[in-house]
Each structure stands twice: as structure tokens, then as C-alpha cells.
């Protein structure tokens, strides 16, 4: 495959239709419409399944019912459809069938705008809808992670019968870079989905997809399995990224598009002589707690740069336990921040540093 | 002395559709009687082997415990958009959902109004008894004006609470509805006519015509606060007239067997 201009919607869209996504099931939401549309032309001409369901709460019960069927499903939105979304997703998560979501997120909270934010992190990192669940969070940073991440995501939600969601923004949404995109898998034959799916129960036992277990005793032990299941998850799929920490003092902590801008900003304070490095968390669930506080052990402080009010910042907090400073650097409400401000809070953290010393 | 010899008739037996189960249904409730409707014609058109059902939140949430086919459990009011996904990917399956009035035409309302305009070819059965059951007797959106319930005490108040929503008449002015009717569970000859409805509604969908539904009104003689038998009658004396039996829309194809 040769690397093409891509914009990361329609990049995303393709990648899942080359997983062998079989149904897609949305609404449109700016900064992710470019996904349906996409997915609008290429579904139906693979024989595949597309609707633009009539609000995010009907598309993601599509998903939903999909799923149950075993077939491979996905769909996208932005934040306040997300938002939306929660009531499925927990249902979801409480049936254990396998779903890919993409969240583009954008400003809020509210209506917000349609500009890159990363307000959505506690949403969909901690869970999100009712109940004791955590979906696999994805965090890429270019619009060729967008693609490898949406792939992995279906095999991830299959692996553990769980939900996946590929957390991008609307940068990486919007944006046009080459890339290269997957080879073509086949969609899963029929005969071939899974024996738990609601096929017809046709010489056996009919199969029930639920999430209700209204003897407290039993939910109480389904509950137990899906912890059992994410410590699974939480040993096997920490994935993260280190840039120049080997020498740091100073490490910034930062995902997604922040994370791409803070790479900038190493690149700038190195050549100033500032040893810093970065360490961008991929896995937003599992998060990378033991890199973090592995990190926390060789370095003299922490800095955090997000596209929101400081809320990754607390899972920093957690694996850091108090033994180095950590710093927060944030810009919201759709604000994107520039590599000098984040230089310039690289500056602020070594200046302290100095002053201590 | 000879032994005698016991000649023994089969006239009722319980459909294969149906589970040997016990259900958690009150006395004198008609979601019984829809259960075992549903599940002969599953067992005469010989489809239950390929049928889904989905059921719902509400009385109905242990359906799928009653039904011996695959079942999915939707979130309150979702049924037909899960019932979208299922039946999409697996076009050659039956899919029905099994919804109350609550679910259906209170919080799934737009759920069950898109369904029905994309004309997608699945079944509902919509079992309207003018109360919430599960949540032990609050106001419905079908709930009859004066209808006292717990979260209306003084009676249904329309110019407080509005007016009941009659779901047949407004379906059936979708172009993808194919099939749509309400029947009522009151007495045999209106059962037998639900039966028959029932049948249409899951050939429709064989035939894949698009939306078909049978609204059935039921009795809720716990909620109502009256005894079975007559609550069968306050289901003819007063939900009859408020929300008239017969055919909304018939598709031609199965127009002809109509009465």
C-alpha cells in the first residue's frame, strides 16, 4: 500500500471498512461528518449496511443490535453526540458484545463549538454511562495512528468483548497528512459468527444478549467478571509512546494532538539545553500508571499539556503518588495550544528547577 | 375385569415457542395471552428457529425468559433501533420487538416513528394498557383523560398532563409503514382476531413489505386497581372508544385476507 493525503475522518472510515466493519450506524455531527459520508458511499457499495439513524441515542442501539448479531460495528460522532451515546454504551458494556466508537472530540461543555478540545477525557476514560465499567481508550496523534488505532480496535473489542473507543479531535479529524492505509480484510461469513451471537436458534439453545441481572447476588458476580476482565486488559494493553526522556529532569506528560505539540515543544527547549522528553500515553484506559511511575523515579518534575481544564493531569497525580512536581499547561473551549506556549511552560518548570537547585 | 383403555385427545398444548417456565405476570394480566398468541404463530409459519425478538423495559423486560427463541434486552424505548441493527445484518432473520405503551410511545417514541418511516422490516407488538405497570401505576402516554394513576391522583388532567397519544393513527401515516393495526385481548372473539393480525404482521415482514405493528389493548387489573374480569371489561367499556379497533394501513399483498 502506498501512502497517500488523507483527511483522519475519512482515513478512519476507510480503516474500518477495510477491518471488516460490516455496519455503520450514525449521525452527523461536526467535526466528524466526513466519517458518515464516507461510509455512506463505500457501505452500500460493498453490500454493507449504513444508516443515518435520527438521533446518536437510535444509532448507537443500532450498534448495539448489530453487535449482538456478531457481525463487526462501529460508529462515530463527536462530544455532545457522545454525550448522548452513554445510555447505549452502558448497556453495551453490560451485554459484553463488541463495539468500536470514534469520538471526534470538540469544545464544550454544551454546545460548545466545532474547534479540537480534549474535554471529553473523564467521559470516556472513567467510563462514562451508569454502572462499573471502563471501555479500551485509543489515543492517536496522527492521522496514520487514527487508521492503525481504528483497526486494533476491533480486534481489541472482539479479544475481550468490550467496547473500544478511538479518542481523536477535531485536529486530527480535520487535518490532511499521508498516510497509509491497511490491506483489505473480507467481512466475517455468516456461518462464522461467534456461537454466543442472536443468529436464530436453529438446533440449539436459544441465545439471550442482555444486561440484566435482577438477582443482586448474580450482578454482583458479573460485576466481578468484567473487573476480572479489565485487569486483563490492564496487564496486556498499556500502550504508550517516550520521546528523549532518557536524560530528562523534565518530563511532559501529554496525549493526542497536545502530545504532537508538545513533541514540538521538546524539539525547541532541547536545542535551549533544557533536558526534557515526553511520555504520550496511547492507551488512555489502561493507563500507562507504572511508565508514569517509573518516570516520576528519574525525573526532577513533571509537566501536563492538555487541551482541557487538567483532567489526565489526575491520573498523573495517582501513579506520581507526590514525589516530583507535576505542572499543568491547558488551553480549552476549542483553544489549540501553540508549541511556544508550551516552550514557554517548559521554561517556567526549568526555572523552578533552578531556583530549588 | 378388563382394563380400560384411555383414548387421550390433544386439544391444547403449550406452542414449542413458549418456554415450560412460570411468569412473572400478575393474575389476570393479558401479556400472557399476547405471549402465547405470538409464539403459535411462531410455531405455524415454523420460523422460530430464525426469529429474534427484542423485548423491552417495562412488564415485558423478562420476555425473552418466555420465548424459546434468541432474544435481545434494549434499553427503555430502544427496541425498534436495536431491532434496526440485528435485523440489517442478518436480513434473512425474523426480528420483532415486544414494547409497552410506556416504552414505546413515551420514551422510544422517535425510535419507534423512525422505524416504522424507514420502513424497516421488522415486527412490533405494542401492548397498550393505558398504565405503567412495572413502575407500579404512573400515568402513560396512552393513560385515557380522568384515568386515575399514582403520578395522576386527581385523574388524568389534559390541560396538565395532555392528551393520550393514539400510536396507530399516527404510524400509519408513514409511507414505510406496511402493516398497521390495533386489536384488543378483552374477550375470544377479539383475541382470535389478534391472533390473526399477529400472523399478517410476521408474513408482512417475511415478505419484507417494510414496517409492520399490532397495537393490543391489555388489561393491568393490579395497576387499574379492579379485578381481572372486569378489568376486561373497562378495556371494552373504555379503551375501545378511546382507541378504536381496526386497520390503520394493510399492505395489498395481505389485504385480500383481511375480514
Known amino acids: 500500500m502506498a501512502r497517500e493525503l488523507l483527511k483522519g475522518n475519512v482515513a478512519f472510515a476507510e480503516a474500518a471498512v477495510r477491518a471488516g466493519c460490516e455496519a455503520y450506524f450514525g449521525y452527523p455531527i461536526t467535526p466528524q461528518t466526513e466519517a458518515l459520508e464516507h461510509m455512506a458511499k463505500r457501505m452500500p457499495d460493498l453490500g454493507r449496511t449504513f444508516i443515518q439513524a435520527e438521533s446518536e441515542v437510535a444509532a448507537i442501539n443500532m450498534v448495539y443490535g448489530a453487535a449482538c448479531a456478531g457481525v463487526r460495528v ?13 445510555e447505549g454504551l452502558s448497556y453495551i458494556a453490560g451485554s459484553e458484545v463488541p463495539v468500536v466508537l470514534v469520538d471526534i472530540m470538540r469544545g464544550g461543555p454544551g454546545l460548545g463549538n466545532i474547534a479540537p478540545s480534549q474535554g471529553d477525557y473523564n467521559q470516556i476514560v472513567k467510563g462514562g454511562g451508569h454502572g462499573d465499567y471502563r471501555p ?93 476482565k479489565q485487569a486483563r486488559i490492564e496487564a496486556s494493553e498499556v500502550r504508550y509512546r517516550d520521546l528523549a526522556l532518557e536524560d530528562a529532569e523534565i518530563a511532559i506528560v501529554a496525549f493526542g494532538t497536545a502530545g504532537r505539540i508538545a513533541q514540538s515543544a521538546v524539539k525547541a527547549a532541547r536545542e535551549e539545553g533544557i533536558r ?20 516520576a523515579g528519574h525525573v526532577r518534575a513533571m509537566l501536563v499539556v492538555e487541551m482541557n481544564g487538567g483532567q489526565m493531569i489526575e491520573d498523573v497525580r495517582l501513579a506520581v503518588e507526590g514525589r516530583v512536581p507535576i505542572s499543568f499547561f491547558g488551553r480549552m473551549g476549542g483553544m489549540v495550544p501553540l508549541p511556544d506556549e508550551v516552550l514557554d511552560a517548559i521554561r517556567k518548570v526549568h526555572a523552578g528547577l533552578a531556583q530549588a537547585a | 375385569m378388563a382394563t380400560p383403555q384411555m383414548v387421550e385427545t390433544l386439544i391444547y398444548e403449550r406452542p414449542e415457542s413458549l418456554n415450560a417456565t412460570h411468569t412473572h405476570y400478575c393474575p389476570g394480566c393479558t401479556h400472557g395471552v399476547a405471549h402465547r398468541l405470538i409464539a403459535e404463530v411462531l410455531d405455524e409459519m415454523g420460523i422460530r428457529e430464525d426469529t429474534i425478538g427484542v423485548a423491552p423495559v417495562g412488564c415485558s423486560v423478562f420476555a425473552y425468559n418466555y420465548f424459546n427463541c434468541d432474544f435481545a434486552e434494549a434499553a427503555h424505548g430502544r427496541a425498534p433501533a436495536m431491532a434496526t441493527g440485528l435485523k440489517r445484518v442478518s436480513p434473512g432473520k425474523i426480528v420483532f420487538t415486544y414494547q409497552g405503551d410506556g416504552d414505546l410511545a413515551a420514551i422510544g417514541t422517535a425510535e419507534i416513528i423512525h422505524a416504522a418511516a424507514r420502513g424497516e422490516n421488522i415486527t412490533t407488538i405494542f401492548i397498550n394498557n393505558a398504565i405503567y405497570g412495572m413502575t407500579s401505576g404512573q400515568m402513560a402516554p396512552t393513560t385515557l383523560p380522568g384515568q386515575r394513576t399514582t403520578s395522576t391522583p386527581n ?89 378504536p379497533l381496526g386497520d390503520y394501513k394493510v399492505h395489498p399483498a395481505v389485504a385480500a385476507g383481511q375480514e
Open chain 1, 276 to 295: 526534557v522528553g515526553l511520555m504520550r500515553p496511547i492507551s488512555l484506559y489502561p493507563y500507562p500508571y507504572a511508565r508514569v511511575k517509573e518516570l
Open chain 1, 136 to 228: 479500551i481508550v485509543l489515543a492517536p496523534a496522527t492521522v496514520q495512528e487514527l487508521i492503525d488505532l481504528t483497526v486494533e480496535a476491533f480486534d481489541l473489542a472482539e479479544k475481550y468483548r468490550c467496547i473500544v473507543i478511538v479518542l481523536a479531535d477535531g485536529n486530527l479529524g480535520q487535518m490532511m497528512e499521508p498516510a497509509e492505509l491497511p490491506a483489505m480484510q473480507p467481512v466475517r461469513k455468516r456461518e462464522e459468527r461467534p456461537g454466543w451471537a442472536l443468529t436464530g436458534a436453529r438446533g440449539r439453545r436459544p441465545n439471550v444478549v442482555s444486561s440484566i441481572y435482577i438477582d443482586p447476588v448474580q450482578e454482583e458476580i458479573f460485576n466481578h467478571k468484567l473487573m476480572e
Open chain 2, 155 to 243: 385523574g388524568r388532567d389534559v390541560e396538565v398532563h395532555g392528551f393520550p397519544i393514539r400510536v396507530c393513527e399516527v404510524i400509519s401515516q408513514l409511507d414505510g409503514a406496511a402493516f398497521v393495526v390495533r386489536r384488543s385481548l378483552h374477550d375470544v372473539a377479539n383475541i382470535r382476531k389478534a391472533k390473526k393480525a399477529l400472523r399478517q404482521a410476521f408474513e408482512v415482514q417475511r415478505m419484507g413489505l417494510g414496517f409492520s405493528m399490532v397495537e393490543l389493548l391489555s388489561s393491568c387489573p393490579t395497576n387499574w386497581g379492579i379485578p381481572p374480569e372486569k378489568a376486561l371489561d373497562w378495556i371494552k367499556e373504555h379503551m375501545v372508544p378511546a382507541f
Open chain 1, 74 to 86: 462501529m460508529s462515530s460522532s463527536s462530544s455532545p453526540g457522545v454525550s448522548l451515546m452513554m
